[in-house]
């Protein structure tokens, strides 16, 4: 059986909240399936000594930002936010329904991922990712 997990946190270093989490997450479904772990987040935010354990030890098989609330709040697209206090603002203000909404970037690729690899199950850590890699 295959599984792919995915998750915003990565699981190293795991002597903080998130990470242990998704380190324990990743450990417990290896035990039942061979296990992929997918990231939804830029690569380049992780350190790179990160990077590479998270790559040795948990079968890192991408790394896939997604939409973050501001930029797909549909204000942002008339009046972009460009400076940190007005992405903060439009972080704030913008209704909580879009942290819900299919990103269509991440689903394309987690669709065809999924679809490419033949993984049995998928597991997201948390509904809002669930809806946005548009699987559900």
Request: glycine share 4%.
């Amino acid at each position: 059986m295959k599984c792919l997990l995915i998750t915003k946190s990565p699981p190293y270093p795991s002597n903080i909240g998130g990470s242990q989490r998704t380190n324990l997450m990743f450990r417990a479904l290896s035990l039942f399936a061979e296990t992929d772990l997918l990231l939804v987040l830029d690569e380049s935010d992780l350190p790179v000594s990160h990077l590479a354990e998270i790559r040795r030890s948990f079968r890192l098989i991408a790394c896939i930002p997604s939409q973050s609330r501001k930029e797909s709040w549909p204000l942002t697209r008339i009046w972009p936010a460009k400076h940190r206090w007005l992405d903060r603002l439009a972080d704030y203000v913008a209704p909580r329904r879009y942290d819900y909404l299919r990103d269509p970037i991440l689903a394309e690729k987690v669709s065809s991922l999924v679809e490419r690899e033949g993984y049995d199950v998928v597991v997201c850590k948390g509904l809002s990712l669930a809806m946005k890699t548009g699987l559900s």
